[in-house]
């Protein structure tokens, strides 16, 4: 059973940073790829950041420049270092692993953004 467990959301106020991690386990495959999403009550759910295998990144054109995804392939965890964060960032983030062509999905951690 693939579990997916985040860490590292909270309150933080504008222009503060926060970093976001996920741990991947229960799985004897590497995840082609990681990624984070976000959702707000009155979005759908949309990529903030993801990374393949082999490294390449992309990003949201609302965080570029701000936000950095990064992983670590030999303990199957990702993380999301978010800078110069925003009251628009507030959302509940999601880890997602693709493995073996199938979606995974943590049970979401909360970030707000705000004085």
């Known amino acids: 059973q693939v579990r997916l467990v985040e860490s590292g959301g909270g309150l933080v106020q504008p222009g503060g940073s926060l970093g976001l991690s996920c741990a991947v386990s229960g799985s004897i495959y590497s995840p082609t790829a990681m990624g984070w999403y976000r959702q707000t009550p009155n979005k759908d759910r949309e990529l903030v950041a993801r990374?393949?295998?082999?490294?390449?990144?992309n990003y949201a054109d609302s965080v570029k420049g701000r936000f950095t995804i990064s992983r670590d392939n030999a303990r199957n965890a990702v993380f999301l270092q978010m800078n110069s964060l925003r009251p628009e960032d507030t959302a509940l983030y999601y880890c997602?692993?693709?493995?073996?062509?199938?979606?995974?999905w943590g049970q979401g951690t909360q970030v707000t953004v705000s004085y």
């Open positions: 997602n692993v693709i493995i073996r062509s199938n979606d995974y």
């Open positions: 990374i393949t295998l082999r490294g390449p990144t």
